[in-house]
Every structure is written in C-alpha cells, then in structure tokens.
C-alpha cells in the first residue's frame, strides 16, 4: 500500500464519518424535538381535561384576574362548598390547581396564560358570546376563554419547541 493510497483511504473515510456524525446529531436533535411536542401536548391536554371538568361541575366564578381564576364549587355528595383556584405564576412558568389547600402544578414551562371571561347569550349573527369586561363582576361571567402556551429547550439546539392550547369552556351550574 502505498502513502498516496493511505492519504485517499483516510480521506474518504474522514468523509464518510463526518456525514455519519451530523446524521446522528440532526437525528437526536429532531428525536429530542419529537419527544418534547408529545410531552407538552400530553400534559397540555391532562392539564385540560381537568379544567374542563371542575370548571363545568363549579357553581359560579367567584373571583377573576390575569393570574388566578377562583370558583366556588359544590360537593353533589356531602353539600360542602369547596373554593377551587387556578393560580398562573410568571415568575415559576407554572400553573398550578388548588381545592381545599392542596396544590397541584398542572403546567411547567408556560409562557403564556390568558384567560378571559364571557357571558352565555350569544352576539347577534354570530357563535361568540358577549365579553365580561367588568373584572370586578365575575357574577357575570358564564362561559371562559382560557390559553396558555408552553414550551421547552431543546437539548444542544438554540431552538425551543411549543405548544399552544385554547378553550371555551361553559360554567354549566351556573
């Protein structure tokens, strides 16, 4: 074998695995992207099942803000009357559950929670209902708008993946 043999050979094969290399990181790249959207859209649809269900089941809104949603709510078994509250912290990027002084983080990794309150009577022409825009009158307010966004770091990548949920959910008690 020769030397200008040898100097191909190891030419060709640095080649061969360098595009082996960035296979293998765009790989795990786009496998950590994947698993990243399956988790977040897991827990953000948990998350909203369980909205879904106790805002459904409450008696009324009792309380309002950008941050924390309070609902008075009835047990249909005893008759005890039970405060719920959603609690969106910025800072920490959670939202979190609370019935009876025991707290659940529901979300990690949130961006971004808007909620927004309506009435039940619906504009003329239209699926939409009437917006509450007095936030010191949660009395009024029947149905809820509530999005959030989370998202994640992916590993070794600039690049954060996200996800986006919104829903209308209806205070059926009330």
């Not at 191909?8 to 061969?16: I, K, R």
């Not at 912290?89 to 808007?114: F, Q």
């Not at 009395?139 to 690049?159: E, F, H, M, Q, Y």
């Amino acid at each position: 074998m020769t030397l200008v043999e040898m100097m191909v050979g190891l030419g060709v094969g640095s080649v061969v695995l360098a595009v082996a290399m960035a296979t293998t990181f765009y790989s795990s790249r786009s496998f950590a992207t994947m698993t990243n959207y399956v988790e977040l859209d897991r827990t953000s649809r948990s998350a909203l099942d369980r909205m879904t269900s106790d805002i459904r089941q409450a008696d009324k809104l009792t309380s309002f803000s950008t941050n924390q949603l309070v609902f008075q709510t009835t047990d249909p078994g005893n008759g005890s009357v039970y405060s719920l509250t959603y609690t969106y912290s910025p800072g920490n990027k959670t939202l979190s559950r609370t019935l009876n002084g025991e707290t659940t983080v529901l979300l990690t990794g949130c961006n971004l929670w808007a909620p927004a309150m309506y009435q039940r009577n619906t504009v003329t022409n239209s699926f939409d209902q009437y917006v509450v825009e007095d936030t010191n009158r949660p009395d009024l307010c029947k149905a809820l708008i509530l999005t959030w966004s989370c998202s994640r770091n992916v590993p070794g990548s600039p690049v954060n993946t996200e996800n986006v949920q919104s829903a209308k959910i209806v205070i059926r008690r009330q």
